[in-house]
């Protein structure tokens, strides 16, 4: 995913189109910000080590890798805008936020991940949520037919870097957890998310051995 992510970048306009709620430098995720990181695209190292450390910090599963990249894709076309240096974390971020609440399964709220990037707000986090929500115009279903295309498209990228990649896109377990989550209505999403029982979403088992691979 994290390849997947870096490509997105290569392929993006110029000049980039770009929305500022996004922009890293008025809006940093980590300080000091370098210049240089906000210019030049990231070395795929760097944008592996920041999934790895919010997948790692809260539990999340390799499924939920996958929904986060359908999510960036989704919100580069909806909202006409590019995945760049200046905007890639908050981005990435933004999208896992929402992929940990449809696909994961035991709370962890906005506040949990400031505590792995300790120079951004709840406040911020929140923003980052609800802009990223109705620019995607609150469309967060992800078919199994979806999910298993990306899978395979990925699995060719990994396949093509020497990368191993999990031999199963979704059991049927899953594929049905998927689905179910999908039948929240995009119109009751707002009602939905105002709930007091409703929180983030993590897994209660540590990653799987494969989930590398798929971050990767």
């Known amino acids: 995913v994290s390849l997947a992510a870096c490509y997105l970048m290569k392929g993006s306009h110029d000049p980039p189109r770009l929305k500022d709620i996004f922009d ?3 809006h940093p995720l ?3 910000i370098r210049k240089e990181t906000i210019i030049n695209l990231p070395e795929h190292r760097h944008v592996y080590k920041f ?3 919010l997948f790692s910090s809260a539990q999340l599963t390799a499924e939920c890798a996958i929904i986060s990249l359908i999510y960036v894709e989704r919100l580069m076309e909806y ?3 590019d995945i760049h240096p ?3 974390r908050r981005i990435i971020l933004g999208a896992i936020l929402l992929a940990s609440k449809v696909w994961d399964d035991q709370a962890v709220w906005n506040i949990d991940y400031c505590q792995i ?3 951004t707000t709840v406040e911020d986090m929140n923003a980052l949520e609800r802009e990223i929500l109705q620019l995607i115009m609150f469309n967060i279903n992800v078919p199994s037919s979806i999910y298993a295309k990306y899978y395979f498209d990925l699995r060719t990228i990994a396949d093509e870097n020497n990368y191993i990649f999990p031999a199963e ?3 049927i377990e899953r594929a049905r957890k998927l689905e179910a989550m999908n039948r929240l209505s995009n119109d009751n999403w707002t009602d939905y998310m105002s709930r007091p029982s409703v929180k983030r979403y993590i897994s209660l088992n540590p990653l799987p051995s494969k989930s ?3 971050l990767s």
Request: proline share 8%.
């Open 24 to 26: 890293e430098e008025l």
């Open 30 to 32: 980590m300080r000091p």
């Open 51 to 53: 999934f790895k450390t």
């Open 79 to 81: 909202a006409e805008i």
């Open 86 to 88: 200046s905007n890639w």
């Open 117 to 119: 990037l300790k120079d």
């Open 169 to 171: 896109p979704l059991s």
């Open 212 to 214: 590398a691979a798929v």
